[in-house]
């Protein structure tokens, strides 16, 4: 809703006032699909909370803990990006400490965070061949969960998109790349994906539920066997759906529990399969879930721990703000072949979290921030025998 009227130097339009965190003043607009849309924010905010900005040949903005910032210039409108304006926010006093001025800002409001949607339209579309694979009420759960999770890789060019039928041919033209670092499985929106494809690291395509792959189908899980054997990759990354073993699954009857559990069994046993023959051809594994999870000792993913493995804890908001510049304790437990080195990191503390009830909020979680991708992407490229001694740097 649209309830404020925001007014500019020529006319005004309607609008949404809310605070921020740090008391930075929000001002939300209806998106226009037909003209440029850009975010703005208030220099003069900045300033007052005790950022110093230098105008020169080098335009720079340094935070009250002292990080240095390089505005950019676009035309004569000065911008710097989104990741950088979080690291700004994230260094400015608490709204209770008064401003060069004197005053302290308005208290933030937290009751609700904007999010990426996907169109229902969209979603169905992407998700249709699993209809005649899964029951109504599944499709339904999975439905949902896709409702908050956009594409980030492919960003809606279906003509680039990787399906089953297509996975041989894409593998032919890319055969020239001989060293796969990584290939993401149950990869959601992608978020990890796409930041192996932004830093150039070489990957396989992702595969996912909204690309026509199912992990409990025979022939695609053959097609997947075949690729590690022939095509291989250094470390296969998973993160399946640990609804049926998460906290809430213990609140249902065993009855209850054991039938949502099932649905996913098959797709966790080939996962455990996969796994296993990155091991046998000497390569790694990392699997990601809820560290409140019971997936790793109550479901097919269990024969892992009869093998050798390594664990790591991790909060999301220990890589800074991720929803909507709010911090969020997502945590999450990665369990693999080989020792962690980047993965075992937990909160700071000296912030406040946002609870994740309602809303879509936990399914909107599940995408990996930027932060935690790189760490992720480092582990993911640690020379095999880096856990017998000294971290080993990926190579480049």
């Not at 049926?244 to 455990?272: C, H, I, Q, Y």
């Not at 269990?302 to 093998?307: D, N, P, Y």
């Not at 000296?350 to 809303?359: A, F, I, P």
Request: charged letters at 20%.
């Amino acid at each position: 809703m649209f309830n404020d009227t925001l007014t500019l130097a020529h006319g005004s339009c309607k609008c949404r006032r809310e605070v921020g965190p740090k008391g930075v003043p929000r001002v939300i607009v209806p998106n226009d699909p037909e003209g440029e849309n850009i975010d703005l924010f208030p220099e003069g905010f900045l300033y007052e909370r005790g950022c110093n900005i230098i105008r020169a040949d080098q335009h720079t903005l340094t935070t009250p803990k002292g990080l240095v910032v390089y505005i950019r210039m676009w035309g004569s409108l000065p911008y710097i990006s989104k990741e950088d304006l979080q690291k700004i926010i994230h260094d400015l006093p608490e709204h209770s400490v008064p401003g060069r001025s004197g005053h302290i800002v308005h208290v933030p409001t937290a009751a609700r965070v904007y999010r990426n949607t996907v169109a229902m339209s969209e979603t169905r579309s992407q998700l249709k061949n699993l209809l005649t694979d899964m029951p109504k009420t599944q499709f339904n759960n999975v439905f949902s969960k896709y409702r908050n999770l956009p594409d980030l890789y492919y960003g809606g060019d279906v003509a680039q998109v990787v399906t089953p039928d297509r996975l041989e041919e894409h593998l032919s033209v890319n055969k020239h790349i001989s060293s796969v670092k990584l290939w993401e499985w149950y990869s959601g929106s992608a978020s990890l994906s796409k930041q192996a494809k932004d830093t150039e690291v070489p990957h396989h395509p992702h595969i996912d539920y909204r690309h026509d792959w199912n992990l409990s189908k025979g022939d695609h899980q053959l097609l997947l066997l075949l690729t590690l054997c022939k095509q291989g990759t250094d470390c296969l990354f998973a993160s399946p759906n640990c609804a049926p073993w998460g906290n809430d699954s213990r609140a249902v009857s065993e009855e209850k529990r054991s039938e949502r559990r099932s649905k996913e069994s098959s797709t966790l046993a080939f996962l455990a399969v996969g796994c296993i023959f990155q091991i046998l051809l000497g390569n790694k594994y990392i699997v990601e879930n809820s560290a409140y999870s019971d997936i790793f000792a109550k479901s097919p993913l269990k024969v892992l721990r009869e093998l050798p493995y390594f664990l790591a804890l991790f909060d999301q908001c220990s890589c800074g703000p991720s929803l909507n510049e709010e911090f969020v304790r997502k945590r999450s437990h990665f369990q693999g072949s080989h020792l962690f080195h980047h993965l075992q990191k937990l909160c700071p503390g000296g912030h406040q979290h946002l609870q994740l009830r309602g809303g879509g909020l936990a399914a909107s979680a599940a995408q990996y921030p930027k932060g935690e991708c790189d760490l992720i992407l480092l582990d993911a490229q640690l020379a095999s025998d880096a856990c017998k001694g000294g971290e080993k740097s990926p190579a480049v």
